[in-house]
């Protein structure tokens, strides 16, 4: 379940392949990202009902957002 859930979240973005997408691309995934945690869908919902530890607070959610709206 977990190796799934890594290898579905690394297609969709994979922070070690991160300098080789473009600027625009970069801004996207972030934006995407920025959506996806303050939607409460990031981490995945599976995940965080097995370990609700795993919750992004709200400073990780404003952490994600400011770096999303400084890639430009």
Known sequence: MIANG???GR???NFS???TYSPAQQQMLLAASCQTATDGTMPGSAWT???PEARL???DIETI???ARQVR
Do not use: I
Request: aromatic letters at 6%; proline letters at 0%; one cysteine or more.
């Open 65 to 67: 957002c400011t770096a």
């Open 49 to 51: 009902l097995l370990h």
């Open 57 to 59: 607070s709200t400073q």
């Open 17 to 19: 392949e991160w300098t």
């Open 6 to 8: 890594v290898a579905e």
């Open 11 to 13: 297609s969709v973005l």
